[in-house]
Structures are given as structure tokens and as C-alpha cells.
């Protein structure tokens, strides 16, 4: 039996329906799952329904962008109640990014006679094609000769994910824990993978110190030593290690992002440092 804790669906960006990603976890040997939405759990409760009649065990989760000294971050939440607290955060940062595309479209109108401000405002696309408005926009217009080739221009045009008011990781994490979760770092790699080994125990020591209660060692395209150098910090610290494929369904696959697919990683629990995330019958 694999684990796989990171898993999207239609509800943020992925290319595949609560039903479809607890399919793909049965048909691919994954037992342990979690659907982990940017910023939401809206489809957490219908993935756990598909996933019980599948005979997978589904935990719930959710994604959260955040920043923490000059990095975006995204920061995993497992097994939380949600509160108040929780979805005010997931509202702030869901406008966020909704904002991104409508600001990248601003900028670009004058460049691009086609596009229109005020015609993405009332723009609509299929969610089930993965993605976010602003690249289909794009894409529909001529701009882009698909989806993904758009996801750079938000960085040329100076719209980045680190040109807004994301909450801090501290905040985060903070009412991740006040919700009886657990905040797990995702995917340290896509912000650490450069840093010497001192400086990433640095890093990964002060992110600690905010409370944070696990690493997604085990990641897709991650080196074997950067996973083996954070499981081993997990280790020491007693930190839960995770593992997760980021799977956006075809939306990964069409980007070229073939390994980011469920079960790809084939992680047993045996390997990982899940803490109750792992339930009395799987323990052996």
C-alpha cells in the first residue's frame, strides 16, 4: 500500500474531480490519501466519500500560500477542524490569486489588442481543464499556445507570487494549529534545493520554531539526497516525513509534468513518519 498526501482537484487548479483523484489513488495502490486544495477543502468531503467506497482512507487537507522571509511558501494542512479562522485565511489568499490574473491581464492589454480587462472580468472556463482563469484567458485569446505556456508571464510582468500581501507562515501555521491540524511544509525543494546543507537546516530549524510539524521529504523530481537530508532532519527533530505527488490530473500531465501523477512515487507508510495521520490499522 503507497501514501499519497498531496493530491488537487477541480476545487483549486487540477484537472480531475474529487471522484476521479480517489479512483486514480485505488487503481495505483494508494491507501492513504489526501485531497490538499490550494487554499480550500471544499471537494475533501466528497473525496472522502469516493475514497471509503473504494477502500482507500482519505485525510483531510488543504494547501495554503503564505511568505516567510522574501520566500512563497505553501504550507500543507492535515487532520484540522475547520474554523472561522481557517476560511478567513483561505478567502484572503483565494482573492489573491484571483487578483494575480486580473492585474497580468491589466498589464498586458496595452501589448496585446485582443485582451480585454473588462471582458475577463466576466470570463468563464471549464475548471475540469485544470488551471486558473487567467491562463485559459490567455490561451482562448492567442496569446499562449496553451494553458501552461502562460504561467511564466505572471513573473515577467512583475506579478509574482512574492508582489502580494500573502499571509506570513507564522499566521499560517499559527491557526493551523489552533484548528488541531498539523502544517507540514510542501515540496521544500522548489525553495531550498540551491541552499548549502547548514542553511537549509537553518531554514527548516526557524520553520520549526513557528511550529510547523512536518516536511514533505518525499517529492516528485526531488534528488534522493535533498529527500534523504530532510528525512534525516525530520528524523532528529521528530518531525512527521511525508510524501506527496502534487497530481493535477491531466493538467500536469499535459505541461509535461508526467511523474506528478498519483502512486508515481510508490512511498509505503513504512518509510514515512506520519504520526496519527496513520490509522491503528495500518500500523504493523
Not at 504561467?151 to 491557526?175: K, Q
Amino acid at each position: 500500500m503507497f501514501v499519497d498526501l498531496h493530491i488537487h482537484s477541480y476545487f483549486s487548479d487540477g484537472a480531475q474531480t474529487p471522484e476521479q483523484a480517489a479512483l486514480a489513488c485505488r487503481d495505483s495502490g494508494v491507501g492513504l490519501a489526501a485531497l490538499c486544495d490550494h487554499n480550500n477543502w471544499l471537494g475533501c468531503e466528497r473525496f472522502a466519500a469516493a475514497c471509503e467506497d473504494l477502500g482507500v482512507i482519505a485525510i483531510r487537507g488543504v494547501e495554503f500560500d503564505c511568505r516567510w522571509q522574501g520566500y512563497h511558501l505553501h504550507i500543507l494542512g492535515y487532520d484540522f477542524t475547520p474554523t472561522p479562522e481557517l476560511a478567513e485565511l483561505s478567502h484572503r489568499c483565494r482573492e489573491l490569486l484571483l487578483q494575480m490574473s486580473v492585474d497580468l491581464v491589466e498589464r498586458m492589454a496595452p501589448e496585446y489588442p485582443q485582451l480585454s480587462p473588462r471582458e475577463y472580468r466576466d470570463f468563464r472556463y471549464d475548471t475540469l481543464l485544470g488551471g486558473w482563469a487567467g491562463l485559459h484567458y490567455l490561451h482562448q485569446k492567442g496569446v499562449t499556445g496553451s494553458p501552461e505556456e502562460g504561467m511564466p508571464l505572471y513573473a515577467r510582468y512583475g506579478l509574482d507570487y512574492t508582489a502580494y500581501p500573502f499571509p506570513a507562515a507564522e499566521e499560517v501555521i499559527a491557526a493551523l494549529l489552533r484548528a488541531d491540524g498539523i502544517p507540514v511544509l510542501a515540496h521544500p525543494c522548489n525553495y531550498f534545493s540551491g541552499c548549502e546543507l547548514a542553511t537549509l537546516y537553518t531554514n527548516y530549524t526557524e520553520l520549526c520554531a513557528l511550529g510547523l510539524g512536518g516536511i514533505e521529504a518525499y517529492y516528485p523530481g526531488q534528488s534522493k539526497t535533498f529527500s534523504a537530508q530532510t528525512a534525516l532532519f525530520c528524523e532528529k527533530k521528530g518531525l512527521l516525513i511525508t510524501s506527496g505527488s502534487d497530481s493535477h490530473g491531466l493538467f500536469g500531465h499535459l505541461s509535461g509534468s508526467e511523474q506528478f501523477q498519483i502512486g508515481r512515487l510508490m512511498m509505503e507508510p513504512n518509510r514515512l513518519r506520519l504520526g496519527r495521520l496513520l490509522p491503528p490499522e495500518l500500523h504493523q
